[in-house]
């Protein structure tokens, strides 16, 4: 690499794409992030918008803006293919870009299962705009029922929001998480698992278990065990998967796309994986998404090219998971962290106060942690 600066390619300007970009600022080298999207956004707060206690100003932020202050290039477009035997990306207007170094650290988006009219007509609740229309659609009204499709920890989230919001505007719309299992939130604890539900039903949300949707056609869910709910407006939590997935890039990976990487972080001797892109571990027992492990294995891929750079060995990737909180919209939420149970207003304040210092902006952040408030009103 001697006598020109290492070009270093980021793909997804999410949290993992820019916890590498920040740990690569300042070294000599050129970096460059590509995105679809020409924002970030904190998506742990998505629901709060569809409950109208939060805005699309307070969860997304121009990639430009931490462009200019981490120094890194920023281009908007959507990846087509990466040629590895080159070094180099292709993009959707067959723009290439070369790189010495790759991290791939595209993201994740909702896995509709190949059920095209659902992907076409349901509101998949993980990008900022699809929540924006979300909270005009519950204003607009003419549904009798809003269908949740997942009663994992997103599902459980939006359902509580949707019914704070119908509430507020009172409409006599019934709330419906769909979930295969037997109960909510079927990877937590059973104690969570026990006072979510509770809560859900004081909430006045219902619970179908044990059942998938199949079909969703002229705004009728159509359920696995052949029950139909008529008039109603489908929101998707049901599954995520790899945005840039294994199969694409004809990597190895896992059902979910999530590209197999080694202890570093690599999955080929200049590329590697991050975030929600990377499976850490077995491919039947990834790592599960979460913030803490996608923002340290962005910055933990960045330190290993700024090593090989320099000649060194690369470091194991050791992930730390502190826990997790349920929040629900009505202030009673649940969760363990670092071991410790949490549950009401606590758990709740923890959530927000983590996501608020995980963004950007002062008053985005005021915005964040008062949004419990405006929620319970």
């Known amino acids: 690499m001697s006598g020109k600066?290492?070009?270093?390619?980021?793909?997804?300007?999410?949290?993992?794409?820019?916890?590498?970009?920040?740990?690569?600022?300042?070294h000599p080298l050129d970096c460059m992030l590509i995105d679809r999207c020409s924002f970030t956004q904190m998506r742990p707060v998505l629901p709060d918008i569809a409950g109208g206690s939060l805005r699309k100003a307070d969860c997304s932020v121009p990639l430009e803006r931490p462009a200019s202050k981490t120094g890194f290039r920023f281009v908007k477009g959507d990846v087509s293919r990466i040629l590895f035997n080159r070094n180099r990306v292709v993009l959707q207007d067959n723009s290439e870009y070369a790189y010495d170094y790759l991290i791939l650290a595209s993201?994740?988006?909702?896995?509709?299962?190949?059920?095209?009219?659902?992907?076409?007509?349901?509101?998949?609740?993980?990008?900022?705009?699809?929540?924006?229309?979300?909270?005009?659609?519950?204003?607009?009204?003419?549904?009798?029922?809003?269908?949740?499709?997942?009663?994992?920890?997103?599902?459980?989230?939006?359902?509580?929001?949707?019914?704070?919001?119908?509430?507020?505007?009172?409409?006599?719309?019934?709330?419906?998480?769909?979930?295969?299992?037997?109960?909510?939130?079927?990877?937590?604890p059973q104690w969570i698992q026990a006072c979510a539900s509770e809560n859900l039903r004081a909430m006045g949300i219902e619970v179908h278990a044990r059942a998938r949707i199949s079909g969703y056609e002229s705004e009728t869910v159509v359920l696995s065990d052949n029950s139909r709910i008529n008039n109603a407006g489908l929101v998707w939590a049901a599954g995520m998967k790899?945005?840039?997935?294994?199969?694409?890039?004809?990597?190895?990976?896992?059902?979910?796309?999530?590209?197999?990487?080694?202890?570093?972080?690599?999955?080929?001797?200049?590329?590697?994986?991050?975030?929600?892109?990377?499976?850490?571990?077995?491919?039947?027992?990834?790592?599960?998404?979460?913030?803490?492990?996608?923002?340290?294995?962005?910055?933990?891929?960045?330190?290993?090219?700024?090593?090989?750079?320099?000649?060194?060995?690369?470091?194991?990737?050791?992930?730390?998971?502190?826990?997790?909180?349920?929040?629900?919209?009505?202030?009673?939420?649940?969760?363990?962290?670092?071991?410790?149970?949490?549950?009401?207003?606590?758990?709740?304040?923890?959530?927000?106060?983590i996501s608020a210092y995980r963004w950007y902006g002062t008053k985005s952040r005021i915005r964040i942690m008062s949004s419990p408030l405006r929620a319970c009103r």
């Open 5 to 26: 600066r290492a070009q270093v390619l980021i793909i997804g300007g999410g949290f993992a794409g820019l916890s590498a970009a920040q740990a690569l600022s300042g």
């Open 107 to 188: 993201g994740s988006e909702p896995d509709f299962f190949s059920l095209d009219t659902v992907r076409e007509h349901s509101f998949g609740i993980a990008h900022v705009d699809v929540a924006c229309r979300l909270h005009e659609y519950l204003f607009s009204g003419g549904f009798d029922s809003i269908v949740v499709a997942g009663g994992g920890y997103t599902g459980v989230e939006t359902a509580t929001h949707i019914r704070k919001r119908l509430v507020r505007l009172k409409k006599n719309a019934v709330v419906t998480i769909v979930e295969p299992s037997s109960s909510v939130l079927k990877n937590s």
């Open 242 to 353: 790899a945005s840039l997935g294994a199969q694409r890039l004809e990597c190895m990976g896992n059902r979910q796309g999530r590209i197999a990487v080694h202890n570093d972080l690599r999955f080929k001797e200049n590329c590697f994986a991050a975030g929600d892109a990377a499976c850490i571990g077995p491919a039947d027992a990834c790592f599960r998404m979460a913030l803490p492990v996608t923002v340290s294995g962005g910055a933990h891929a960045a330190n290993n090219i700024v090593r090989m750079i320099n000649g060194k060995p690369l470091v194991e990737f050791r992930p730390s998971d502190p826990g997790f909180v349920v929040p629900m919209a009505n202030g009673r939420s649940y969760g363990e962290v670092y071991g410790v149970k949490v549950r009401g207003w606590g758990a709740t304040l923890l959530h927000y106060l």
